[in-house]
């Protein structure tokens, strides 16, 4: 009776263990099962919470940047600009002799709307990457809105080679010029113990703007702005017919209409800060400084 006992309670124990290591809880866990749902979204470091999963209570036994490892974002050539409607490999690397396993969340936003991921992504390593959006939601703790967030998955947490471990996924650019985009980068390098102790934690951002000389050939009317900074009124003229969007920096539309040469926009219930002239495409065409 005593032996069948305990191959019952060895039976259960291995089961319990396999449970563990096949589940996927979503978001953090404090057991020692594997991540397979990554983080949820909003903890790539971006605005407007900065947020990573070493300030969330889960992986923060260590500041921020403490560790060892070395983090690299390799936007394959668009690392200082970007042409419109061009096709990008994006590379995130993670780098430490000894290193076992690794984890990371990354999303690009546009700096005048930062409510949007611009362009269009799609994985290259649908076992090892997954993306985070409003239609494959995993929700954080800031909105989905129109932002695409990608990060690791169970099958690509632990495959370290020469002490790197890397992954990809492609990004086709707007189709026209929308300012300055950053990308937003955390990741983890992890230890061997599943579980979310004894972990390091990185973050880092680059911001890209897009290609003068790509975007001469794109047709976009010139709009002209004065006074310029403004407290009451604008001016806005344009040599050609064109829809105006002004947005604040989170990309809420504050003013709309069609323009066919000038016309003159009432300001004065405008908070002070920065406003963006968006075309009907959401290409940026100019800015102005609400001022008082």
Known sequence: MRKLYIAFTLLAAALLFSSARTGEPQGHSTDGSRKSAGPP????????????????????????????????????GANVTYTPNQQYTITISLSRSGLVRG??????????????SPGIITLSEPNRTQRIDAAHPHVGPCSTQNKVWIEHTDDGIDDVVNDTIQWQYNWLTPATDVGNITFYLAA????????????????LSKTISANALSIQSISKPRITIFPNPADKFIQVETEQPVT?????????????????????????????????????????????????
């Not at 113990?193 to 972990?199: F, K, Q, S, V, Y």
């Open 244 to 292: 105006i969007c002004i947005t604040n920096s989170l990309g809420q539309v504050i003013h709309k209409e069609h323009l066919q040469s000038s016309s003159s926009i009432d300001i004065s219930d405008l908070e002070t800060g920065i406003y963006f002239l968006l075309d009907e495409n959401n290409a940026l065409l100019t800015r102005f400084v609400k001022i008082n």
């Open 103 to 116: 984890g990371f969340q990354i999303v690009a936003l546009q700096d005048n709307d930062i409510t949007k």
């Open 41 to 76: 979204s909003c903890y790539a470091g971006e605005l407007p919470l900065l947020a990573t999963c070493g300030s969330a209570g889960c992986h923060d036994d260590s500041p921020l940047n403490t560790g060892t490892a070395k983090l690299n974002l390799d936007l394959g």
């Open 188 to 203: 983890i390098d992890a230890n061997n113990d599943l579980d979310n102790t004894g972990d390091f934690v990185f973050k």
